[in-house]
């Protein structure tokens, strides 16, 4: 089992051993480092296109009709035919478009979406940079997602698109507060900002969701993921029964193509970190550590698909109202009561970390009563 | 000399060599909005320089602040107060030969005295982590640190009396 | 690994691009963008000294937090400015704002 944990760290060895017998030893230090990079540029995009295929068939079976099953055996091969034609569609650029800013925003988009892979911890040993500023990397470079979403929006001189980007900057701003400040607590009882370390601060089984703080820390943190993502029921950016498709309206073939590549990209690596941040990274009791966190990641994963076939998409009063003050206001009162658990002792913490949050979690509940949407009554005819 | 120091140092140069282009392509083009995305790749360039210079905390803070909420303030500004075909009015005013005269005459005074200086340098040079960083900060310059807080309400504030409609 | 002078230079060459910036444009914003741009040269310049030379290094990278934090300031007020000034005389570019003169 051992050997099964380390299967990829022995690999790489050995390919290093292999180019180091016969090339200079300069060489030998680039191959050592292209290779996680030349790993996650092949396990990115293939993961992104299978998982387009689990999104198909997952909510056509919530919607209770079969998914895509012509295209070889169970649809195995759709993803294939999706890129044939992704690839040999025409692109269409308007006539009054930015032709600059036209052509840069899916080529911008894609590159914080990929560089992000390289602090998420896979397994023991196998993070491809150790950067002792690893989550605050993240975050910082998921944050320039914005700018150029917007630059698609503005650069296709639709209103339509205008809208949808607007819309989207102000979402995902809203949304980056609570997203930076729900990881604050990790930082404060981990000590580092190393995505390494904070895996191997939760040994076992004492993932930091079992506490207090982490529970509620992990509920703020997923649900900002998932607006960062703009993924239902976040998805008023790209609402395709509002605005057309948004910011990504005008664009057509390999571009849009990209788009959707780097939003499932965002997808998977937000997943990974909340799995890094709160679920434990790679810790568990008996399989290998690269298999636990790919199950917890795609567990996440099908969670955010759920909520695409279930919940209805939230109006933008009711997105910023849910951020600034609601999710906002809960994750300070986290901070505090993370403080809390750390100075005091075994079962006294977790019981009076444990009030504060409940407490404050009923105060902005009831502070914000009134907006919350109304019972429902149907009647039928 | 070493091959991978070699390419160390190409890359360190194209990094300053990137930034710079930006930052004049920033400042010549016509269009605002190309402006405003120079601006934007000068600012990733100056933090790429950060992370040279061993100053991590430092780089990301920059990406965070500057390149994922000021662009996006100014671009908003940009976007507000735009007409949308107005992309062929002249955005240089008319004394641009005695300001391209003025800045080359500061650079070459600056770079000449800079020549001449001896600077007192460390033998090994060092860095310093975030965690020395948020010690230093609730230690000795804790004062600064809750001016600031102080002076980022105020400006709130202010911005959004200045920026509210008069209704 | 790079001189300390060639870092000096570097900023010094950004910090003149962004004077010909600020002294050249016409758009209010545009010479808003050219101030970050001299302001970031500044601040390139604390972080180079404090690794280079035998001053404390956390000073030099406090102090480009607080820059950094200054700057976002003087960004939002000025640009608060710009969205006022445009809701009043129509126009944003600086040699059309002169109801002040005699």
Same mark, same amino acid.
């Given at each position: 089992m051992e050997k099964l944990d380390q299967v990829f760290v022995h690999l790489k060895a050995a390919i290093v051993h292999l180019a180091g017998s016969f090339l200079p030893d300069w060489l030998v230090v680039i191959i050592s480092i292209l290779i996680p990079i030349v790993g996650i540029a092949m396990f990115g995009p293939v993961t992104m296109m299978y998982l387009t295929l689990i999104e198909r068939k997952l909510l056509a079976r919530i919607q209770n009709r079969l998914g895509p099953n012509r295209v070889g055996k169970f649809g195995l091969l759709q993803p294939l035919a999706d890129g044939v034609k992704m690839l040999t569609k025409e692109d269409v650029v308007p006539t009054n478009a930015d032709k600059i800013a036209h052509f840069l925003a899916p080529i911008l988009i894609v590159i914080p979406a990929l560089l992000v892979f390289a602090v998420i911890p896979f397994g023991r040993n196998m993070i491809a940079i150790d950067l002792n500023i690893g989550v605050l990397f993240f975050l910082a470079i998921s944050a320039t997602t914005t700018i150029f979403i917007f630059t698609a929006a503005w650069g296709s001189r639709n209103k339509f698109s205008l809208l949808g980007g607007m819309r989207s900057v102000a979402q995902m701003i809203s949304y980056e507060i609570p997203f930076v400040l729900s990881a604050v607590p990790v930082f404060l009882i981990t000590g580092t900002f190393s995505t390494a370390h904070i895996v191997e601060a939760q040994p076992g089984l004492h993932w930091f969701v079992w506490t207090p703080w982490g529970f509620v820390g992990f509920l703020i943190f997923f649900l900002c993921g998932v607006a960062e993502c703009n993924r239902t029921p976040f998805d008023l950016p790209e609402a395709e029964s509002e605005i057309i498709a948004g910011f990504h309206t005008e664009y057509s073939g390999m571009k849009f193509a990209l788009f959707y590549m780097a939003e499932f990209m965002n997808v998977f690596t937000v997943s990974g970190l909340v799995v890094t941040l709160y #679920?434990? !990274?790679?810790? !568990?009791?008996? #399989?290998p550590s690269w298999i636990w966190f790919l199950i917890k990641t795609y567990v996440l994963i099908l969670i955010m698909m759920w909520f695409r076939g279930t919940f209805p998409r939230v109006r933008i009063d009711q997105l910023m109202n849910f951020a600034w003050k609601f999710l906002l206001p809960l994750s300070l009162v986290n901070i505090l009561a993370t403080g809390v658990w750390y100075y005091l002792r075994a079962p006294l913490n977790f019981l009076i970390s444990g009030l504060i949050v409940v407490i404050g979690f009923s105060f902005l509940m009831f502070v914000n009563r009134h907006s919350l949407p109304k019972k429902r009554i149907y009647r039928y005819a | 000399m070493d091959v991978l120091t070699l390419i160390a140092k190409f890359g360190i140069y194209f990094i300053f060599a990137f930034t710079l282009s930006a930052a004049l392509l920033s400042v010549t083009v016509q269009n605002i909005f190309h402006a405003a995305l120079g601006l934007a790749f000068a600012l990733m360039g100056v933090a790429g320089v950060f992370f040279v210079l061993h100053a991590d905390f430092l780089g990301a803070i920059q990406i965070l602040l500057y390149v994922g909420a000021i662009m996006i303030l100014l671009i908003f500004a940009v976007m507000l107060t735009? +007409?949308?075909?107005?992309? $062929?009015? +002249?955005? $240089?005013?008319?004394q641009v030969y005695p300001a391209m005269i003025l800045s080359l005459l500061l650079v070459y005074l600056l770079v000449r005295q800079i020549g001449k200086v001896t600077w007192q340098l460390k033998e090994t040079l060092t860095s310093i982590d975030a965690v020395e960083i948020g010690k230093q900060l609730m230690g000795p310059y804790v004062l600064p640190f809750e001016i600031i807080s102080v002076v980022l309400v105020v400006a709130l504030i202010g911005t959004i009396v200045i920026a509210r409609s008069d209704s | 690994m790079i001189p300390l002078n060639h870092i000096v230079v570097f900023a010094v060459l950004l910090f003149a691009i962004g004077l010909f910036g600020t002294l050249t444009r016409r758009h209010v914003v545009g010479i808003l963008i050219s101030i970050e741009l001299m302001i970031n040269a500044a601040n390139i310049n604390f972080i180079a000294f404090s690794r280079y030379t035998k001053a404390s290094p956390e000073v030099g990278q406090i102090f480009a937090v607080f820059i950094v934090v200054l700057a976002a300031i003087a960004a939002a007020v000025g640009l608060a400015i710009v969205v006022a000034i445009y809701r009043n005389q129509k126009t944003i570019y600086t040699d059309e704002i002169d109801i002040l003169k005699w």
């Open positions: #679920l434990g !990274g790679w810790q !568990g009791p008996f #399989l | 735009s +007409h949308i075909g107005d992309a $062929s009015v +002249h955005t $240089s005013n008319r | -």
